[in-house]
């Protein structure tokens, strides 16, 4: 399907297109159906539909003075760009742009690790790096730190901390945004900037101290369209000399309040990594008797569930937790994880699980030794990119709603309740929210809970209820103070709506500062919500 | 399960190559550099087959693209041809298209399943000038 960008006729278009092939070479600018087939979203529940939103071509700059000369052509024709890195982000959008006929600027061929420094234990990289490519940066230095990455692994550190997507490891290091230090970004009018100290010339601490001096504006340019990210910083962890594995288990339904609770504790003390909660109920979902009791309009009560609990043999919930760290240190935080929890909560129960010396062998990352049913995903947790995570996927792929809720046992119950009924009205979708589902711990502070409807080429009924069943989470979870964290370009001037405070300021304010410096939307005009003054019009 | 007898030597792969009309494989002349083999779908099948290794995996693409597939797409050339499950094509495609590299011929092999999954024989061809043999 071949679409133009808004307001051009088709010999323009081919002359910005010659422009734009003297800027980078003939070789890497496509246009055509075929070579932008790579550039729709195949995760799309608008698949093949009018909703769907098309490229028009695809320009492949080598360097930041290439992506300045690409920006500084499309200004002059008024032509919207759509940067990716890899281009991965599926789920949220894949590679396509908020506006048809935008023209992606691929950043892949950018994909030089500049840096990284194991004293000092940072990264610089480009956008077109992967996690992959990153790993086998730090296997060279002989693995003295280690990656988080997110699942899976095939993205880019800067497109997903641009997302603001998570990974795995120890908290400061998960919220992938939150441990970038620096950034080099090219502005709407092609002038290249650097963020922090970067603006020191001379200084040797851009990936250290992110500020500089004066507003520090990189938290702009996520999820942002004031810029096209051209090299990022980011921490690393040194790494740790042991990994050590429990679980924790409480009998009954309310135990998750407390539990909890000790979670967050023990997190917020940067005495654990990421945790995996779980209910060991959910075994019993087989049955149809539990499936209604776990599905019930206004949810169970918790006699009920514990009553089933208990008939069953099994406990509650379930947190496995991990421990970082020098061997010593890790007994002793699980030794004290473990007293902590048990002497508050009556019946709850500990499991010593695996532990072994970091970097872990292949058979310690297949995860297979655990003494229960682990939900913990060794890779990801110790920070190696893997692609197994596609086994989860279903259909053609899915789309995905990730409310932010807030990190207590009482918020997941009402979560569970209050989007298990919404969702009732799609009774073709799984019961994605029922009284097992469980947060996740994935950002730093917060948790998260998912709605993943799939998605299927050759069934557009289906996507049309995938599609209503989305905007429909949006709004429910709004009503409630969850808001969703990303989001695919369909979606997210619903979600930016949604966080309307004070008659949309946020979303005002960026707008003002998206006609300062972008009027005519040369930057991905609506990412995030935000319209230029020539879009809005 | 496709058996050893279904296969018959590559025989699910080679009708796709050479339904292909596809002009990257007029710049492939010397023919499949390697087959992927998706053990969840293809047994007991040989190491090689004239001369091209076959790499084994049970649907998780990491290990054949970390020690493998990356090096062996940064060069000019190298056409896989596979028997694999859909989803693990489909990683396969969006990595390829990031290497210059595409689909160029495929064929189901199998119905789908719950999570609808199926098998799949496949051929991955340079098709960009930049690597291109």
């Given at each position: 399907?071949s679409?133009?960008?808004?307001?051009?006729d088709?010999?323009?278009?081919?002359?910005f297109?010659e422009?734009?092939?003297?800027?980078?070479?003939?070789?890497?600018?496509w246009s055509?159906?075929?070579?932008?087939?790579?550039y729709?979203?195949?995760?799309?529940?608008?698949?093949n539909t009018?909703?769907e939103?098309?490229?028009?071509?695809a320009?492949?700059?080598?360097?930041?003075?290439?992506?300045s000369?690409?920006?500084k052509?499309?200004?002059?024709?008024?032509?919207p760009?759509?940067?990716?890195?890899?281009?991965?982000?599926?789920?949220?959008?894949g590679?396509?742009?908020n506006?048809?006929?935008?023209?992606v600027?691929?950043?892949?061929?950018?994909?030089?690790?500049i840096?990284?420094?194991?004293?000092?234990?940072?990264?610089?990289?480009?956008?077109?790096?992967?996690?992959?490519?990153l790993?086998?940066a730090?296997?060279?230095?002989?693995?003295?730190?280690?990656?988080?990455?997110?699942?899976?692994?095939?993205?880019?550190?800067?497109?997903n901390?641009l997302e603001?997507?998570?990974?795995?490891?120890?908290?400061?290091?998960?919220?992938?945004?939150?441990?970038h230090?620096?950034?080099?970004v090219?502005?709407?009018?092609?002038?290249?900037?650097r963020?922090?100290m970067g603006?020191l010339?001379?200084?040797?601490?851009?990936q250290?101290?992110?500020?500089?001096?004066?507003?520090?504006?990189?938290?702009?340019?996520?999820q942002?369209?004031?810029?096209?990210?051209?090299?990022?910083?980011?921490?690393?962890?040194?790494?740790?000399?042991y990994?050590?594995?429990?679980?924790i288990?409480?009998?009954?339904?309310?135990?998750?309040?407390?539990l909890?609770?000790?979670?967050?504790f023990?997190?917020?003390?940067?005495?654990?990594?990421?945790?995996?909660?779980?209910?060991?109920?959910?075994?019993?979902?087989?049955?149809?008797?539990f499936?209604?009791?776990?599905?019930?309009?206004?949810g169970?009560s918790?006699?009920?569930?514990?009553?089933?609990?208990?008939?069953?043999?099994l406990p509650?919930?379930q947190?496995?937790?991990?421990?970082?760290?020098?061997?010593?240190?890790?007994?002793?935080?699980?030794?004290?994880a473990?007293?902590?929890?048990?002497?508050?909560?009556?019946g709850?129960?500990?499991?010593?699980?695996?532990?072994?010396?970091l970097?872990?062998?292949?058979?310690?990352?297949?995860?297979?030794t655990?003494?229960?049913?682990?939900?913990?995903?060794r890779r990801?947790?110790?920070?190696v990119?893997?692609?197994g995570?596609?086994?989860?996927v279903?259909?053609d792929?899915h789309v995905?709603?990730?409310?932010?809720?807030?990190r207590?046992?009482?918020?997941?119950?009402?979560?569970q309740?209050?989007?298990?009924d919404?969702?009732?009205?799609?009774?073709?979708?799984?019961?994605f929210?029922?009284?097992?589902?469980?947060?996740?711990?994935?950002?730093?502070?917060?948790?998260?809970?998912?709605f993943?409807?799939?998605?299927?080429?050759?069934d557009?009924q289906?996507n049309?209820i995938?599609h209503?069943?989305m905007?429909?989470?949006?709004?429910v979870?709004?009503e409630h103070?969850?808001?969703?964290?990303?989001a695919?370009?369909?979606?997210?001037?619903?979600?930016?709506?949604?966080?309307?405070?004070?008659?949309?300021i946020?979303?005002?304010?960026?707008e003002?500062?998206?006609?300062?410096?972008?009027?005519?939307?040369?930057?991905?005009?609506?990412?995030?919500?935000?319209?230029?003054?020539?879009?809005r019009? | 399960?496709?058996?050893?007898?279904?296969a018959?030597k590559?025989?699910?792969?080679?009708?796709?190559?050479?339904?292909?009309?596809?002009a990257?494989?007029?710049?492939?002349p010397?023919?499949l550099d390697?087959?992927?083999?998706?053990?969840?779908y293809?047994?007991?099948?040989?190491?090689?087959?004239a001369?091209?290794t076959?790499?084994?995996f049970?649907?998780?693409?990491?290990?054949?693209?970390?020690?493998?597939?990356?090096?062996a797409?940064?060069?000019?050339?190298?056409?896989?041809?596979g028997?694999?499950?859909?989803?693990?094509?489909?990683?396969?495609?969006?990595?390829?298209?990031q290497?210059?590299?595409?689909?160029?011929?495929?064929?189901?092999?199998?119905?789908?399943?719950?999570?609808?999954?199926?098998?799949?024989?496949?051929?991955?061809?340079?098709?960009?000038?930049?690597?291109?043999?």
């Amino acid at each position: 399907m071949s679409v133009l960008p808004p307001d051009i006729d088709s010999a323009s278009f081919a002359a910005f297109l010659e422009e734009l092939r003297g800027a980078v070479g003939a070789d890497w600018v496509w246009s055509g159906d075929a070579d932008m087939f790579p550039y729709r979203d195949s995760f799309s529940p608008v698949w093949n539909t009018a909703e769907e939103r098309h490229a028009s071509a695809a320009v492949a700059p080598e360097d930041v003075e290439q992506v300045s000369a690409v920006v500084k052509i499309a200004r002059k024709h008024r032509v919207p760009l759509y940067p990716i890195s890899t281009g991965k982000n599926f789920g949220y959008g894949g590679p396509s742009p908020n506006v048809n006929g935008s023209v992606v600027l691929d950043l892949k061929r950018m994909n030089r690790v500049i840096e990284v420094n194991t004293d000092r234990n940072y990264c610089l990289v480009e956008p077109g790096v992967s996690y992959f490519d990153l790993q086998r940066a730090v296997d060279a230095t002989g693995n003295k730190v280690m990656l988080d990455c997110p699942d899976p692994g095939w993205g880019s550190p800067i497109g997903n901390s641009l997302e603001r997507g998570v990974g795995y490891t120890m908290p400061h290091f998960r919220d992938h945004f939150g441990a970038h230090c620096g950034m080099e970004v090219v502005l709407p009018d092609g002038e290249i900037m650097r963020t922090g100290m970067g603006a020191l010339p001379g200084s040797e601490t851009w990936q250290e101290y992110p500020y500089g001096f004066g507003p520090d504006p990189a938290g702009l340019f996520a999820q942002g369209n004031f810029g096209v990210v051209t090299k990022m910083g980011f921490r690393l962890m040194p790494m740790p000399e042991y990994y050590r594995t429990g679980l924790i288990t409480v009998p009954r339904r309310r135990d998750f309040i407390k539990l909890v609770n000790h979670v967050n504790f023990l997190s917020d003390s940067g005495l654990i990594g990421e945790v995996e909660y779980g209910s060991p109920l959910s075994a019993l979902m087989g049955n149809p008797d539990f499936f209604v009791l776990a599905t019930k309009t206004g949810g169970p009560s918790d006699a009920e569930m514990d009553a089933a609990a208990s008939a069953a043999g099994l406990p509650s919930f379930q947190v496995e937790l991990q421990f970082f760290g020098p061997q010593k240190a890790t007994l002793e935080n699980w030794n004290y994880a473990k007293d902590r929890i048990l002497s508050d909560i009556p019946g709850a129960a500990a499991v010593d699980g695996d532990h072994f010396t970091l970097p872990a062998s292949e058979d310690q990352l297949n995860n297979t030794t655990q003494p229960w049913q682990t939900s913990i995903k060794r890779r990801r947790s110790l920070g190696v990119p893997s692609l197994g995570a596609w086994k989860i996927v279903r259909d053609d792929g899915h789309v995905g709603f990730f409310p932010v809720l807030p990190r207590t046992g009482e918020a997941v119950f009402e979560v569970q309740r209050v989007l298990g009924d919404a969702m009732k009205e799609f009774p073709t979708l799984p019961p994605f929210f029922n009284a097992l589902t469980m947060p996740l711990f994935w950002h730093t502070h917060t948790f998260q809970m998912v709605f993943a409807p799939s998605i299927k080429h050759d069934d557009p009924q289906h996507n049309a209820i995938t599609h209503a069943s989305m905007k429909k989470c949006v709004a429910v979870a709004a009503e409630h103070g969850w808001g969703d964290y990303r989001a695919a370009p369909i979606y997210q001037d619903d979600v930016s709506n949604t966080y309307s405070f004070n008659n949309h300021i946020l979303r005002r304010f960026h707008e003002q500062l998206k006609d300062a410096i972008d009027p005519d939307g040369i930057i991905a005009p609506g990412r995030g919500g935000i319209w230029p003054r020539r879009f809005r019009a | 399960m496709i058996t050893r007898r279904e296969a018959i030597k590559w025989g699910v792969v080679v009708p796709a190559i050479a339904a292909s009309s596809q002009a990257a494989f007029a710049r492939a002349p010397q023919g499949l550099d390697a087959f992927l083999l998706d053990t969840r779908y293809v047994e007991n099948l040989p190491a090689e087959h004239a001369a091209i290794t076959a790499i084994r995996f049970a649907g998780d693409v990491t290990r054949p693209w970390f020690d493998t597939l990356d090096h062996a797409w940064r060069r000019r050339g190298y056409v896989l041809g596979g028997i694999t499950g859909s989803d693990a094509l489909f990683v396969l495609e969006v990595l390829a298209q990031q290497h210059g590299r595409r689909v160029v011929s495929q064929q189901q092999l199998g119905e789908k399943n719950e999570r609808g999954v199926y098998p799949v024989s496949w051929v991955i061809a340079p098709v960009h000038p930049s690597v291109t043999a």
